[in-house]
Nanobody, 123 residues
Framework: EVQLVESGGGLVQAGGTLRLSCAASGFTFDDYAIAWFRQAPGKEREGVACILHSDGSTYYADSVKGRFTITEDNAKNTWYLQMSSLKPEDTAKYYC????????????????WGQGTQVTVPS
């Protein structure tokens, strides 16, 4: 069973940086992608970044392009979301998710989810 555990959330001032981590285990296949989603109170969940394990290709939502970077450390089975130039509108609970797929995107249903980590950027 795939398990995902996020960490690294917190409170950061506008313009600051933060790195989220997603420790994953249980993969017995190579055709999967890891994505970061976020959801703010009263708003729909948004897929912000995705990386395909097989070739490292990535996807970013327009709202975070140029500010967020998703990376993978194969040796540690850990994925990261490096966030910079943070804005108050980035405030949300961030979730790591995994799914079997061959394209890096956030469309459709993701099979496995972590418990989430809160990111707060005060205005």
């Amino acid at each position: 069973e795939v398990q995902l555990v996020e960490s690294g959330g917190g409170l950061v001032q506008a313009g600051g940086t933060l790195r989220l981590s997603c420790a994953a285990s249980g993969f017995t296949f190579d055709d999967y992608a890891i994505a970061w989603f976020r959801q703010a109170p009263g708003k729909e969940r948004e897929g912000v970044a995705c990386i395909l394990h097989s070739d490292g290709s990535t996807y970013y939502a327009d709202s975070v392009k140029g500010r967020f970077t998703i990376t993978e450390d194969n040796a540690k089975n850990t994925w990261y979301l490096q966030m910079s130039s943070l804005k108050p509108e980035d405030t949300a609970k961030y979730y790591c998710a995994a799914d079997r797929r061959v394209v890096a995107n956030v469309r459709g249903r993701f099979e496995w989810w972590g418990q989430g980590t809160q990111v707060t950027v005060p205005s």
